[in-house]
Nanobody, 129 residues
Framework: QLQLVESGGGLVQPGGSLRLSCAAS????????VGWFRQAPGKEREGVSC????????NYADSVKGRFTISRDNAKITVYLQMNSLKPEDTAVYYC??????????????????????WGQGTQVTVSS
């Protein structure tokens, strides 16, 4: 079974940057679409950004467009989320999730409509001065 492990969270000042990593074990991600989600206290989970590993296509929530970039490594084992110009409202637990591409596309995944097959354990991102 595909397992996902996030890393890279932490405390950063407003305007700062962090890079999150989502590493797969057990399988490569060739046949998956992968997304980053976040959940802040008292709020619903939201899709932040998603990527099709094979096609390289991406999408972003409006709230992070122009600030966050999703990418994957050439080995198709790790997905990254580069977060720049961070704001206090970006504070949340960030999770990565995957579903096989024949089940869902990136739009359905990021909109929360896909049946997620694997979740990571989450990594805390706190943006505060």
């Amino acid at each position: 079974q595909l397992q996902l492990v996030e890393s890279g969270g932490g405390l950063v000042q407003p305007g700062g940057s962090l890079r999150l990593s989502c590493a797969a074990s057990g399988f490569t991600l060739d046949f998956y679409v992968v997304g980053w989600f976040r959940q802040a206290p008292g709020k619903e989970r939201e899709g932040v950004s998603c990527i099709s590993i094979s096609a390289g296509s991406t999408n972003y929530a409006d709230s992070v467009k122009g600030r966050f970039t999703i990418s994957r490594d050439n080995a198709k084992i790790t997905v990254y989320l580069q977060m720049n110009s961070l704001k206090p409202e970006d504070t949340a637990v960030y999770y990565c999730a995957a579903v096989r591409r024949h089940i869902s596309d990136i739009q359905r995944l990021c909109s929360g409509q896909a049946p997620i097959e694997s979740w990571g354990q989450g990594t805390q991102v706190t943006v505060s001065s």
